[in-house]
Nanobody, 125 residues
Framework: QVQLVESGGGLVQPGGSLRLSCAASGSIFRLNAVAWYRQAPGKLRELVAA???????NYADSVTGRFTISRDNAKSTVYLQMNSLKPEDTAAYYCNAHVYRTYSDYLKWNENDYWGQGTQVTVSS
């Protein structure tokens, strides 16, 4: 199995910063694309940022210029640096990872999809 553990959430004032981490562990041959999603109460889950295995990134318009996604492949960890936080960034943040669990999966392009348990980010004065 594969586990994704998010950390780094908390309460921060508007304009502040947080760094979220998503650590992958378990049966992993290769960690492919990883994305951060968020879901606020009463709203649909939305994509915040994504990063491919080679480091290409994509951001939601609402966070472009404020958030940065990065990864440390040696640690199987993806980060989300969040700066200039706004109250509307308040949400539960979830990590989503696409994984080849074995070499056989890699040869067959058989990706598995996993979600973390989420970490709460609250931006409030």
């Amino acid at each position: 199995q594969v586990q994704l553990v998010e950390s780094g959430g908390g309460l921060v004032q508007p304009g502040g910063s947080l760094r979220l981490s998503c650590a992958a562990s378990g049966s992993i041959f290769r960690l492919n694309a990883v994305a951060w999603y968020r879901q606020a109460p009463g709203k649909l889950r939305e994509l915040v940022a994504a990063i491919t295995s080679v480091g290409s990134t994509n951001y939601a318009d609402s966070v472009t210029g404020r958030f940065t996604i990065s990864r440390d492949n040696a640690k199987s960890t993806v980060y989300l640096q969040m700066n200039s936080l706004k109250p509307e960034d308040t949400a539960a943040y979830y990590c989503n990872a696409h994984v080849y669990r074995t070499y056989s999966d890699y040869l067959k392009w058989n990706e598995n999809d996993y979600w973390g348990q989420g970490t709460q980010v609250t931006v409030s004065s």
